[in-house]
């Protein structure tokens, strides 16, 4: 059922359509294997437990940003003036000031406002639900940069954590349009989680891995179902589901809860570990590209992270596709 905090769009509602994505990655490949080479750990404990094989280190996030958001430009046709917003979903910022989102502004000739948003893992879902407000509010198109540079703010040294996470950036151009693809979204926070997952300024994360591992289950689980119960939609209906790339085993253990098999699933993790803000854009691209999906399929986004943060959407796809797929 649908409630104040988990909306359904209301009809009449100015909605928004994909128009464009982009992706970008560092070139610097960092395999398991080269942990194993300086780190009390082995290839085998990394696959197990986490089913990441390698990530990208390297670039900043905002040289990360305005590739990604440039080739999701190109692809929706459009140039800097007619992008009225953009919104930098990053948890690992170039700068305390000012906002990275600021510098993608700027090297894209973007004409309209910028700004970074902060929800950890959780961000492109944040964003995306953010973007959609705008439009409903009359701007006509957003750039939405998923970007991270998270190497920088974790402790090579650290085996629990070095292990986990990459670099990268996901953008896509959200134009208004009729044809609306989002139905509806949920999104979560719960501060008291803090501490199991967090990054003094100027400091390396800290994680109390079990503790994450447990909770992001659960409210990836309650988020999805909530968003499914706004839009009216069971997991039998939905044709893709985007998560978050934190851990193989967290993707297995909610889908295999709400009931939804992995040949549904889209993953990248194994080729970039967990790039936090970055990650459900780069599995979405993933998946359009492999021709996963199709015009009206209903796709489920679904993300947490520190916070704790949660986020949700379900989208009907109505944007555009690549050749493989139309
Ligand atoms: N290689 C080898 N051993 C490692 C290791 C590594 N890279 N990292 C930790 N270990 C050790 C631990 O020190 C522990 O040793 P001990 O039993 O002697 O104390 C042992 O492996 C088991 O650790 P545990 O924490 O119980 O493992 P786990 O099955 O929970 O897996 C994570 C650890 C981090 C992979 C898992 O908890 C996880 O993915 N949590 C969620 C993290 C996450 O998604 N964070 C981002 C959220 S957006």
Redesign the pocket.
Same mark, same amino acid.
């Given at each position: 059922m649908s409630t104040e905090r988990t909306p359904a769009i209301p009809a009449g509602v100015r909605g928004a359509t994909i128009t464009g994505w982009g992706t970008a990655l560092p070139d610097n490949v960092v395999t398991n294997a080269d942990?194993e080479a300086r780190?009390? +750990?082995?290839d085998e404990?990394?696959t197990e437990? +986490?089913g990441i094989k390698e990530r990208r280190h390297g670039g900043s996030t905002a040289g990360l940003a305005i590739e990604a958001g440039r080739a999701a430009m190109e692809m929706a046709g459009v140039t800097g003036d007619d992008i009225d917003f953009v919104i930098l979903a990053t948890t690992s910022p170039d700068y305390q000031i000012p906002s990275t989102a600021s510098e993608v502004q700027h090297e894209l000739g973007i004409a309209g406002g910028a700004v970074d948003l902060n929800a950890?893992?959780s961000g492109f879902v944040y964003g995306l639900v953010h973007a959609h407000g705008l439009i409903a509010m009359g701007l006509d198109r957003i750039l939405l940069v998923g970007a991270e540079t998270l190497s920088r703010i974790t402790d090579q040294d650290d085996? $629990?954590? /070095?292990?986990?996470?990459g670099d990268g950036a996901g953008a896509v151009v959200l134009e208004a349009s009729d044809e609306g693809q989002l139905l509806a979204f949920d999104m979560g926070s719960d501060g008291s989680a803090r501490k199991f997952?967090d990054a003094p300024i100027g400091g390396y994360m800290q994680?109390v891995?079990?503790e994450?591992?447990r909770k !992001?289950v659960t409210v990836m689980v309650d988020s999805a179902r909530a968003s499914m119960a706004a839009a009216g939609v069971t997991a039998d209906d939905i044709a893709l589901v985007v998560p978050?790339q /934190?851990?193989i085993?967290?993707i297995e253990a909610a889908c295999s809860r709400l009931e939804i098999g992995s040949e549904k699933v889209s993953t990248v993790l194994h080729a970039t570990g $967990?790039t936090?803000s970055a990650s459900i854009p780069l599995a979405l691209v993933d998946a359009l590209e492999g021709g996963r999906v199709s015009p009206g399929d209903l796709v489920l986004l679904v993300g947490?992270? !520190?916070g704790m943060s949660w986020a949700s959407a379900v989208v009907r796809w109505t944007g555009h596709l690549p050749e493989v797929v139309r």
């Open positions: 942990f780190l009390d +750990t082995s404990w990394i437990r +986490t950890a893992c085996r $629990n954590t /070095a292990i986990l996470f997952l994680m891995g079990k994450v591992f !992001a978050h /934190a851990n085993r967290i $967990n936090s947490f992270g !520190a």
